[in-house]
């Protein structure tokens, strides 16, 4: 975005979410269902999950955590195992060394790795670990508009958090808490906070209003920024919406287009600050 506003340059940029959001609304008011996007959890390089298969990694996932690792691994970075905790187990290759057929006996004996089966490895969850705090992670990817959300008072740290939840929103501490370095997630939290600046919370838990205002934002700035991700949106706003009919959801989506227009003009003007 612009540092500098400019009544045609707000316009222009007013003009293009609005029709990247009648886009959306149209699209998840139809029967073009898009396929589910999934997201991509902090994969820092020292993170040992970071180089584990990808049913690996959903093993670890449905073990509630998003880091796990071996006995040795943990106390090697000043954590221990605590007493009675039960490990999970992951599968690892095993690989031997066998001869290479050569043609010409000149060339010498050549060996190569031949996987033969795998073997079970215990890890054990972060949550089952105690002892010295890990390093603070720092994305690599910063999204567009992180300083937005310094503007008004929130500020982003990228942290391990439950399984399955990747970004939240702590109004109170004004902290926006991210598990991805996935931009939608910012932006889903980005737009929770602006939201609440003019419309408080009314309820506890999840409110499909708010939940459907803050992914209509995070999917229109996706588009503007060209990383869509139409396909879990539609499923998130489908499960707020409790259910699969395209009517329900762009009826639902319907009710919150003034709302959501709204706060996407917020973003924008607290982006010219």
Known sequence: MQTAE??????????????????IVQLFSSTQLPDLCARALINAPELPSSKWSMGNQLLMIL??????????????VGRH???GAKAFRILGPVFV??????????????TVEVLVGFRAIPVFRYED????ELAVYKPRDRPPLIDVAGRFGMRVNYLRLSAGVYGMTDYEAKVISLATEDWTV???????????????KTG?????EAETIAQLVATTLARLYGKPADGFSWTYIASQAQSG?????????????????????????????
């Open 245 to 273: 009919s395209p009517q329900a959801v762009g009826g639902l989506c319907m009710r919150v287009l003034n709302r959501t227009k709204r706060v996407l003009d917020l973003i924008y003007e607290t982006s010219m600050v």
């Open 97 to 110: 060394e066998k001869p290479l057929e050569v043609t010409d006996p000149n060339d010498g004996e050549e």
């Open 204 to 208: 506890h838990g999840h409110e499909p």
């Open 81 to 83: 195992v605590k007493a």
């Open 186 to 200: 910012f932006f889903h939290e980005l737009a929770h906070a602006l939201h609440r600046s003019f419309e408080p």
């Open 6 to 23: 400019n009544p045609a340059q707000a316009i222009s940029w007013r003009e293009r979410a609005n029709s990247e959001l009648d886009k």
């Open 129 to 132: 670990t105690e002892g010295a």
């Open 63 to 76: 073990s509630g955590t998003t880091d796990a690792r071996g006995y040795k691994q943990w106390n090697d």
